[in-house]
């Protein structure tokens, strides 16, 4: 079993739809949990961090973790077609990050 | 602020030689620099950790004779893949972690462009 699991998509939704992403992990001594935006041939952008459980929000993306149930999700609200990417969901115990398989998304215009 | 920058972007070389990717954080200075690899549509993979003057720390199955890491200074890593062949041919992404007491959450990597290198 992958210590995080990240459905790879590719996820397809119209325009300005709200997208849900998510990841599960086994690792219960994770404690840092981030989200990077991967576009073709580039390096990760991180887009959110967060070391707590419950929401986080900046700008049109929230942040959710609960460690309870080992789950972490992001949500982007009114997508737009420059959201299309793929989406890393990363997590560490202290600097070593583990990252999920990404996630393709495609916004339709 | 937080950007990380990768030289060369892409590097196409003959089987046997070596190659050096430089990472340099630019407008900070970063404890801990990361090295990863990554192959057409999966994740990045963890290839070594190094900090600013000591050995880097290589993961389980990474050959740390052929993958090279020196961190010369609190901005500045390079890899060096020795005598490459067809199978290095893969995406190098580097990361830096930000110097813990700065402005930055000190846990947060910020990633390079990455260099795609192609061994012929």
């Known amino acids: 079993q992958k210590e995080v699991e990240q459905d790879p998509g590719p996820l397809s939704v119209p325009e300005g739809a709200i997208v849900s992403l998510n990841c599960t992990y086994s690792?219960?001594?994770?404690?840092?949990f981030m989200w990077y935006r991967q576009y073709s041939r580039k390096g990760p952008e991180l887009l959110m961090y967060t070391y707590s459980s419950g929401n986080k929000e900046d700008g049109r993306f929230t942040a959710q973790v609960d460690k309870s149930s080992k789950y972490i999700s992001l949500f982007i609200r009114d997508s737009q077609p420059s959201d299309s990417a793929t989406y890393l969901c990363a997590m560490s115990v202290w600097e070593k990050l583990t990252f999920g398989t990404g996630t393709r998304l495609t916004i339709i215009p | 602020g937080a950007v990380v920058s990768q030289h060369p972007s892409w590097v196409i070389c003959k089987s046997g030689t070596s190659v050096k990717i430089e990472c340099r954080s630019l407008d900070f200075q970063a404890t801990t620099m990361f090295w990863y690899r990554q192959f057409p549509k999966q994740s990045l993979m963890l290839m070594a950790t190094s900090n600013e003057g000591s050995k880097a720390t290589y993961e389980q199955g990474v050959e740390k004779d052929k993958f090279l890491i020196n961190h010369a200074s609190l901005t500045l890593s390079t890899l060096t893949v020795t005598s490459a062949h067809p199978e290095d041919s893969s995406f190098y992404i580097c990361?830096?972690?930000?110097?813990?007491?700065?402005?930055?959450?000190?846990?947060?990597?910020?990633f390079g462009p990455g260099t795609r290198l192609t061994v012929l």
């Open positions: 690792n219960s001594a994770f404690q840092y």
């Open positions: 990361s830096a972690r930000v110097l813990a007491g700065g402005t930055k959450q000190s846990h947060e990597q910020f």
